[in-house]
T-cell receptor, first 114, second 112 residues
Framework: KAGVTQTPRYLIKTRGQQVTLSCSPI?????VSWYQQTPGQGLQFLFE???????NKGNFPGRFSGRQFSNSRSEMNVSTLELGDSALYLC?????????????FGPGTRLTVL | GENVEQHPSTLSVQEGDSAVIKCTYS??????FPWYKQELGKRPQLIID?????GEKKDQRIAVTLNKTAKHFSLHITETQPEDSAVYFC???????????FGQGTRLTINP
Protein backbone atom coordinates (compact mmCIF):
# COMPACT_ATOMS: atom_id res chain seq x y z
CA LYS A 1 0.00 0.00 0.00
CA ALA A 2 1.33 3.42 -0.87
CA GLY A 3 1.87 5.74 2.08
CA VAL A 4 0.55 9.23 2.67
CA THR A 5 1.76 11.64 0.00
CA GLN A 6 1.93 15.41 0.11
CA THR A 7 2.52 17.93 -2.64
CA PRO A 8 4.41 20.06 -3.15
CA ARG A 9 7.31 19.08 -0.89
CA TYR A 10 8.80 22.57 -0.82
CA LEU A 11 7.24 25.96 -1.37
CA ILE A 12 8.49 29.52 -1.17
CA LYS A 13 6.00 32.35 -0.99
CA THR A 14 6.03 36.03 -0.04
CA ARG A 15 4.02 37.77 2.66
CA GLY A 16 0.44 38.45 1.69
CA GLN A 17 0.20 35.62 -0.83
CA GLN A 18 -1.93 32.54 -0.38
CA VAL A 19 -0.97 28.90 -0.68
CA THR A 20 -2.69 25.55 -1.16
CA LEU A 21 -1.18 22.29 0.04
CA SER A 22 -2.40 18.84 -0.92
CA CYS A 23 -2.50 15.53 0.92
CA SER A 24 -3.41 12.10 -0.45
CA PRO A 25 -4.15 9.60 2.33
CA ILE A 26 -3.45 5.91 2.34
CA UNK A 27 -5.94 4.10 0.15
CA UNK A 28 -9.08 3.33 2.15
CA UNK A 29 -8.38 5.89 4.86
CA UNK A 30 -11.13 8.42 5.32
CA UNK A 31 -9.69 10.61 8.08
CA VAL A 32 -7.11 13.28 7.28
CA SER A 33 -5.56 15.55 9.90
CA TRP A 34 -3.23 18.50 9.41
CA TYR A 35 -0.44 19.64 11.73
CA GLN A 36 1.99 22.53 11.71
CA GLN A 37 5.53 21.81 12.90
CA THR A 38 7.90 24.61 13.89
CA PRO A 39 11.05 24.61 16.06
CA GLY A 40 9.45 26.99 18.54
CA GLN A 41 5.91 25.66 18.83
CA GLY A 42 6.46 22.00 18.00
CA LEU A 43 3.63 20.02 16.43
CA GLN A 44 0.27 21.78 16.54
CA PHE A 45 -3.08 20.42 15.38
CA LEU A 46 -4.81 22.41 12.66
CA PHE A 47 -7.92 20.42 11.73
CA GLU A 48 -9.24 16.98 10.90
CA UNK A 49 -11.58 15.90 8.13
CA UNK A 50 -13.64 12.76 7.83
CA UNK A 51 -15.93 11.97 4.91
CA UNK A 52 -15.64 15.53 3.56
CA UNK A 53 -16.65 17.10 6.89
CA UNK A 54 -14.44 19.00 9.30
CA UNK A 55 -14.73 17.01 12.48
CA ASN A 56 -12.15 18.74 14.70
CA LYS A 57 -10.46 22.11 14.66
CA GLY A 58 -7.40 23.50 16.43
CA ASN A 59 -6.70 27.03 17.59
CA PHE A 60 -5.49 28.63 14.39
CA PRO A 61 -6.84 31.83 12.83
CA GLY A 62 -9.41 31.77 10.05
CA ARG A 63 -6.65 32.31 7.48
CA PHE A 64 -6.07 28.57 7.76
CA SER A 65 -8.76 26.50 6.09
CA GLY A 66 -9.12 23.10 4.60
CA ARG A 67 -11.39 20.75 2.74
CA GLN A 68 -11.69 17.12 1.83
CA PHE A 69 -12.87 15.63 -1.41
CA SER A 70 -15.00 12.56 -2.02
CA ASN A 71 -11.87 10.49 -2.73
CA SER A 72 -10.55 11.49 0.75
CA ARG A 73 -7.80 13.69 -0.66
CA SER A 74 -7.49 16.86 1.36
CA GLU A 75 -6.21 20.35 0.77
CA MET A 76 -5.34 23.09 3.19
CA ASN A 77 -5.19 26.74 2.30
CA VAL A 78 -3.44 29.60 4.03
CA SER A 79 -4.41 33.08 2.94
CA THR A 80 -2.57 36.34 3.53
CA LEU A 81 0.66 34.61 4.47
CA GLU A 82 2.73 35.91 7.37
CA LEU A 83 6.39 35.28 8.13
CA GLY A 84 5.33 33.17 11.13
CA ASP A 85 3.55 30.73 8.83
CA SER A 86 6.91 29.34 7.75
CA ALA A 87 6.79 25.75 8.91
CA LEU A 88 6.62 22.10 7.97
CA TYR A 89 2.99 21.19 7.32
CA LEU A 90 2.25 17.54 7.95
CA CYS A 91 -0.86 15.63 7.16
CA UNK A 92 -1.80 12.31 8.69
CA UNK A 93 -4.36 9.75 7.63
CA UNK A 94 -6.22 7.24 9.70
CA UNK A 95 -8.52 4.37 8.91
CA UNK A 96 -12.16 4.58 9.91
CA UNK A 97 -13.81 2.05 12.15
CA UNK A 98 -11.92 2.73 15.36
CA UNK A 99 -11.55 5.77 17.53
CA UNK A 100 -7.90 4.88 18.14
CA UNK A 101 -6.66 4.05 14.68
CA UNK A 102 -3.00 4.92 14.17
CA UNK A 103 -2.30 8.19 12.42
CA UNK A 104 0.19 7.75 9.54
CA PHE A 105 2.07 10.90 8.68
CA GLY A 106 3.07 12.12 5.26
CA PRO A 107 6.55 13.56 4.47
CA GLY A 108 5.30 17.12 4.87
CA THR A 109 5.38 20.31 2.83
CA ARG A 110 8.06 22.77 3.89
CA LEU A 111 6.65 26.29 3.45
CA THR A 112 8.96 29.29 3.57
CA VAL A 113 7.42 32.75 3.68
CA LEU A 114 9.73 35.62 2.72
CA GLY B 1 -7.67 23.12 26.36
CA GLU B 2 -5.26 20.23 26.65
CA ASN B 3 -1.63 20.97 27.42
CA VAL B 4 1.20 18.43 27.32
CA GLU B 5 4.57 19.02 28.97
CA GLN B 6 7.51 16.80 28.00
CA HIS B 7 10.87 16.37 29.77
CA PRO B 8 13.74 16.36 29.24
CA SER B 9 14.19 18.35 26.04
CA THR B 10 17.50 16.60 25.36
CA LEU B 11 18.79 13.26 26.63
CA SER B 12 22.12 11.60 26.02
CA VAL B 13 22.74 7.99 27.08
CA GLN B 14 25.40 5.36 26.50
CA GLU B 15 24.59 2.57 24.10
CA GLY B 16 23.05 -0.31 26.03
CA ASP B 17 21.70 1.89 28.83
CA SER B 18 18.04 2.77 29.35
CA ALA B 19 16.32 6.03 28.44
CA VAL B 20 13.22 7.47 30.08
CA ILE B 21 11.12 10.36 28.77
CA LYS B 22 8.25 11.79 30.81
CA CYS B 23 5.10 13.69 29.89
CA THR B 24 2.32 15.27 31.90
CA TYR B 25 -1.09 16.26 30.55
CA SER B 26 -3.74 18.63 31.82
CA UNK B 27 -7.08 17.27 30.54
CA UNK B 28 -8.39 14.53 32.79
CA UNK B 29 -10.67 13.41 29.92
CA UNK B 30 -7.68 12.41 27.79
CA UNK B 31 -7.99 8.79 26.73
CA UNK B 32 -5.23 8.13 24.23
CA PHE B 33 -1.46 8.57 24.58
CA PRO B 34 0.78 7.80 21.59
CA TRP B 35 4.53 8.20 21.24
CA TYR B 36 6.11 9.18 17.94
CA LYS B 37 9.71 8.95 16.76
CA GLN B 38 10.98 11.45 14.20
CA GLU B 39 14.39 10.94 12.64
CA LEU B 40 16.14 13.90 11.06
CA GLY B 41 14.38 14.98 7.88
CA LYS B 42 11.76 12.26 8.14
CA ARG B 43 8.11 12.01 9.09
CA PRO B 44 6.94 11.16 12.62
CA GLN B 45 6.23 7.46 13.09
CA LEU B 46 4.17 5.85 15.82
CA ILE B 47 6.28 3.58 18.02
CA ILE B 48 3.83 2.72 20.79
CA ASP B 49 0.53 3.95 22.19
CA UNK B 50 -1.60 3.35 25.25
CA UNK B 51 -5.26 3.89 26.04
CA UNK B 52 -6.58 5.23 29.31
CA UNK B 53 -7.92 1.88 30.46
CA UNK B 54 -4.42 0.36 30.55
CA GLY B 55 -1.57 1.14 32.96
CA GLU B 56 1.34 -0.29 31.03
CA LYS B 57 2.17 -1.59 27.57
CA LYS B 58 5.35 -3.16 26.27
CA ASP B 59 6.69 -3.89 22.80
CA GLN B 60 10.14 -5.50 22.79
CA ARG B 61 12.58 -2.83 24.07
CA ILE B 62 9.94 -0.12 24.37
CA ALA B 63 7.39 0.33 27.14
CA VAL B 64 4.95 3.02 28.14
CA THR B 65 3.41 3.54 31.57
CA LEU B 66 0.39 5.66 32.39
CA ASN B 67 -0.62 7.13 35.75
CA LYS B 68 -4.07 8.61 35.31
CA THR B 69 -4.29 9.93 38.85
CA ALA B 70 -1.11 11.96 38.47
CA LYS B 71 -1.83 12.65 34.79
CA HIS B 72 1.54 11.57 33.55
CA PHE B 73 2.92 8.93 31.23
CA SER B 74 6.42 7.81 30.39
CA LEU B 75 8.37 6.13 27.62
CA HIS B 76 11.03 3.62 28.56
CA ILE B 77 13.60 2.36 26.06
CA THR B 78 15.91 -0.42 27.27
CA GLU B 79 19.17 -1.67 25.75
CA THR B 80 19.45 1.46 23.62
CA GLN B 81 21.05 1.26 20.20
CA PRO B 82 22.48 3.96 17.90
CA GLU B 83 19.39 3.74 15.67
CA ASP B 84 17.28 4.89 18.63
CA SER B 85 18.79 8.37 18.19
CA ALA B 86 15.92 10.66 17.12
CA VAL B 87 13.41 13.17 18.44
CA TYR B 88 10.59 11.57 20.42
CA PHE B 89 7.20 13.20 20.85
CA CYS B 90 4.50 12.27 23.31
CA UNK B 91 0.90 13.23 22.64
CA UNK B 92 -2.46 13.12 24.37
CA UNK B 93 -6.01 13.34 23.14
CA UNK B 94 -9.52 13.28 24.54
CA UNK B 95 -10.82 12.21 21.13
CA UNK B 96 -8.92 9.06 20.39
CA UNK B 97 -6.32 9.44 17.68
CA UNK B 98 -8.16 12.20 15.88
CA UNK B 99 -6.92 15.37 17.58
CA UNK B 100 -3.48 14.94 19.10
CA UNK B 101 -1.85 17.50 21.38
CA PHE B 102 1.90 17.00 21.28
CA GLY B 103 4.65 17.62 23.78
CA GLN B 104 7.64 19.71 22.74
CA GLY B 105 9.81 16.72 21.93
CA THR B 106 12.94 15.09 23.37
CA ARG B 107 16.12 14.82 21.33
CA LEU B 108 17.62 11.46 22.30
CA THR B 109 21.26 10.78 21.45
CA ILE B 110 22.78 7.34 21.91
CA ASN B 111 26.53 7.48 22.37
CA PRO B 112 28.49 4.44 21.12
Amino acid sequence: KAGVTQTPRYLIKTRGQQVTLSCSPISGHRSVSWYQQTPGQGLQFLFEYFSETQRNKGNFPGRFSGRQFSNSRSEMNVSTLELGDSALYLCASGASGSYYNEQFFGPGTRLTVL
Amino acid sequence: GENVEQHPSTLSVQEGDSAVIKCTYSDSASNYFPWYKQELGKRPQLIIDIRSNVGEKKDQRIAVTLNKTAKHFSLHITETQPEDSAVYFCAASNQGAQKLVFGQGTRLTINP
